[in-house]
T-cell receptor, first 114, second 114 residues
Framework: AQSVTQPDIHITVSEGASLELRCNYSYGATPYLFWYVQSPGQGLQLLLKYFSGDTLVQGIKGFEAEFKRSQSSFNLRKPSVHWSDAAEYFC????????????FGTGTQLKVEL | EAGVVQSPRYKIIEKKQPVAFWCNPI?????LYWYLQNLGQGPELLIRYENEEAVDDSQLPKDRFSAERLKGVDSTLKIQPAELGDSAVYLC????????????FGPGTRLTVL
C-alpha cells in the first residue's frame, strides 16, 4: 500500500525567504503525486500535481515541486514566501487499486513571520 | 462555477445523538468522496461513489456510519449514534470519473461531540 511521509510538522519562515517542504512517498510503481494547501476553515486546494514527464512541475501561487524517483521525494518549493502563504500543506499520492484513492501525509503547518 | 458545497459547516451534538452531513458536488462530477480529517492529520477516505454506487467503503465504520448518494448527485453521510471520538472535520470531494484526476474539496463540516 502507498504511504506518504511529511517529516516536518511545523515550519516557520520569514516573509520573503525561500521555502522547501519535504515529502517522501512509498509506492512500487510510478505514483501520481499532489500537493494541497488548506487554510483555516477551508477545504483543500490543489497547488500542483505530477503524473509523468518533466520532473519539475509548476503550480499556482508561485509554487513548484520536483519529483525525484531515486529519493522517492516530491518536495514543494517557493522562492519567496508571502504572509498569505501561512497554511497547512499536504502531500498526497494516488497509487494502485484504482479509483483515485488519495493517501495523504500528516501535513506541514507553515507559519510566516513578518 | 460553483464548487463543492457542504452543510452544515459546524455541528455540535451530544454523544449518542444522530448527525447527518450533506454534500453537493461540482456539476458533471460522477465521482464523490467522503473523507475524515482528525486534528493534526491528513484526510482519510471513508467512502467513494461512482454515480450512485459505493465502490470503496472499506474504511467506513459500518456499525454507526452510513452514506447514500441518491440519483448520483448529492450525498449524505450519517452517524448514529455519535461518539466522542467522532469529533473531526468531514470533507466531501468530487472529481470526473476515471484516471487520477484532480479532486475538488468542499470546506468541510466540523463536528464536535460533547
Amino acid at each position: 500500500a502507498q504511504s506518504v511521509t511529511q517529516p516536518d510538522i511545523h515550519i516557520t519562515v520569514s516573509e520573503g525567504a525561500s521555502l522547501e517542504l519535504r515529502c517522501n512517498y512509498s509506492y512500487g510503481a510510478t505514483p501520481y503525486l499532489f500537493w494541497y494547501v488548506q487554510s483555516p476553515g477551508q477545504g483543500l486546494q490543489l497547488l500542483l500535481k505530477y503524473f509523468s514527464g518533466d520532473t519539475l512541475v509548476q503550480g499556482i501561487k508561485g509554487f513548484e515541486a520536483e519529483f525525484k524517483r531515486s529519493q522517492s521525494s516530491f518536495n514543494l518549493r517557493k522562492p519567496s514566501v508571502h504572509w498569505s502563504d501561512a497554511a497547512e500543506y499536504f502531500c498526497a499520492v494516488v497509487g494502485g487499486g484504482g479509483g483515485n484513492k488519495l493517501t495523504f501525509g500528516t501535513g506541514t503547518q507553515l507559519k510566516v513571520e513578518l | 462555477e460553483a464548487g463543492v458545497v457542504q452543510s452544515p459547516r459546524y455541528k455540535i451534538i451530544e454523544k449518542k445523538q444522530p448527525v447527518a452531513f450533506w454534500c453537493n458536488p461540482i456539476s458533471g462530477h460522477n465521482t464523490l468522496y467522503w473523507y475524515l480529517q482528525n486534528l493534526g492529520q491528513g484526510p482519510e477516505l471513508l467512502i467513494r461513489y461512482e454515480n450512485e454506487e459505493a465502490v470503496d467503503d472499506s474504511q467506513l465504520p459500518k456499525d454507526r456510519f452510513s452514506a447514500e448518494r441518491l440519483k448520483g448527485v448529492d450525498s449524505t453521510l450519517k452517524i448514529q449514534p455519535a461518539e466522542l471520538g467522532d469529533s473531526a472535520v468531514y470533507l466531501c470531494a468530487s472529481s470526473f470519473s476515471g484516471g487520477a484526476g484532480e479532486q475538488f474539496f468542499g470546506p468541510g463540516t466540523r463536528l464536535t461531540v460533547l
